[in-house]
């Protein structure tokens, strides 16, 4: 089992951060958190900048975290707080990718106490718990034979496809998300996402790949 300010508070309590940009949403969360009797909020934080940083911080167990839009991934070097990411209809692309950084739950914002709580404790206890909807959605994937890489070209999104055309121009990140009214974190999971569904290794081969294909216009 996990180790965190359960063991160093003295509590017996699983230690729980909460992040949300919403006021209402985190006194919404926090009334289910204290009412969980094995549960005990060691903090409440706006916004998910900087979620990953507090929980350590705080030596919470686990971080809870409510996005608004598929933006969060916890630090890769702070990975050893179990995060659980309250979001709507997230991408499969996106949900593969939050598992591989460490997200052990994913579930619907509109879920409840009988959701968030034993999910919760799933990720205290090292499991990977999702919203039966998403987890159908990742089982569909697996079950699609391999497509070449034209075919998965097809799958960028319009947001992929301007981000993959700035990369063309040249540009870093920063102006990327700069000129996209981003943070610099959205723009490198847009970069990734690319680089995954193109096949490609580097930014100047998935260049190349788009420009083969005809996703980039010069």
Not at 125 to 135: C, H, M, T
Request: net charge neutral.
């Amino acid at each position: 089992m996990a180790r965190g300010s359960s063991e160093q508070n003295g509590s017996g309590k699983i230690g729980v951060l909460l992040a949300s940009a919403s006021a209402v949403r985190r006194a919404g969360l926090e009334a289910i958190l204290q009412s969980a009797p094995s549960l005990k909020l060691v903090g409440s934080v706006q916004g998910t900048q900087t979620a990953s940083r507090r929980a350590v911080q705080a030596r919470a167990d686990v971080l809870l975290v409510d996005l608004e839009s598929q933006s969060f991934l916890p630090a890769e070097s702070q990975r050893s707080t179990p995060a659980i990411v309250l979001v709507d209809q997230p991408e499969p692309g996106w949900l593969a990718h939050a598992l591989r950084s460490g997200v052990k739950a994913v579930l619907a914002r509109d879920s409840g106490a009988d959701e968030i709580i034993p999910a919760i404790m799933a990720a205290y206890s090292g499991f990977v718990f999702l919203d039966p909807a998403y987890a159908a959605g990742i089982a569909e994937q697996v079950r699609v034979p391999a497509t070449p890489a034209d075919a998965m070209a097809e799958h960028l999104t319009p947001r992929e496809l301007e981000v993959l055309a700035m990369l063309a121009d040249g540009l870093a990140n920063r102006e990327i998300a700069s000129r996209l009214g981003v943070s610099d974190h959205t723009v490198k999971y847009h970069i990734s996402s690319i680089l995954d569904k193109l096949g490609a290794a580097t930014r100047t081969e998935a260049v190349t790949l788009g420009l083969r294909q005809g996703l980039i216009l010069l």
